[in-house]
């Protein structure tokens, strides 16, 4: 598919403004790709949202996440055991893959054995209401729980990763056709696969919270284009036929 002439112009004027201070903060396995990778992001995130945004009317206290801290309580409280970073990813990969992530059994679904079953109004049960939520109000309200800025940026850098790994399996455990999927869907998977096989090191600077934020940004809008494209364009593919 050929690149739109606006979308090259963006994505070069990114690659000029963040390729510096992403090359001096991120050391990875595949430093150059993974530079490359991160440089893309905010050119992507431009371009996505000119082409999918709506006029939003998303209020985000009616579907806000648990606090990192509260989930990874109610976790240990049920005995599930799953890092709440890389739980909140593997919900998001199955309903972005089409799963069906308000059925009672969703923990099960996701392949996690619980001792008890989410109760109405707890951690586990906020958390999939307001994924689900997110997801259907199809704007940019969309969220990845992970832990709070004020937690060290290593320990939230290990989170993201949790959270793509999380998404991989939870995509895979949807099972969604690999046919279906657009280009650049089909690419924004394979991207969040080359985040979680990183071994990003940081140093604690602000040029390392601005690329970390960067990644973080991209996997967001990543996310929300597999959503768009195995489910809402099911959905309108389902209208026309």
Request: net charge negative; hydrophobic share 40%; glycine share 8%.
């Amino acid at each position: 598919m050929m690149e739109s002439r606006e979308r090259r112009e963006v994505r070069g004027c990114c690659n000029r403004t963040i390729r510096e201070p992403l090359q001096q903060s991120v050391e990875c396995r595949r430093r150059t790709t993974q530079t490359q990778h991160a440089c893309g992001v905010a050119a992507r995130r431009r371009w996505y949202n000119r082409a999918m945004q709506r006029a939003s009317n998303h209020d985000p206290s009616s579907a806000g996440l648990p606090d990192h801290a509260e989930l990874a309580a109610a976790l240990g409280a049920a005995g599930v055991a799953i890092d709440p970073s890389e739980l909140h990813g593997s919900l998001c990969g199955y309903v972005a893959g089409g799963g069906q992530g308000d059925a009672d059994d969703w923990l099960q679904r996701l392949a996690l054995d619980a001792d008890t079953a989410p109760v109405s109004g707890d951690a586990l049960d906020q958390l999939r209401t307001a994924t689900l939520a997110q997801f259907a109000a199809q704007d940019f309200g969309f969220e990845l729980l992970l832990p709070p800025d004020d937690a060290p940026l290593a320990v939230r850098a290990d989170a993201l990763l949790a959270w793509c790994n999380g998404f991989l399996g939870g995509f895979g455990l949807a099972a969604p056709d690999s046919d279906t999927l657009s280009d650049e869907a089909s690419e924004a998977l394979q991207d969040i696969g080359r985040i979680a096989a990183s071994d990003l090191a940081y140093d604690g600077s602000e040029a390392d919270e601005d690329a970390l934020a960067e990644i973080v940004e991209f996997v967001r809008v990543a996310a929300m284009l597999l959503h768009g494209d195995c489910v809402v364009g099911a959905q309108r593919r389902r209208r026309l036929h």
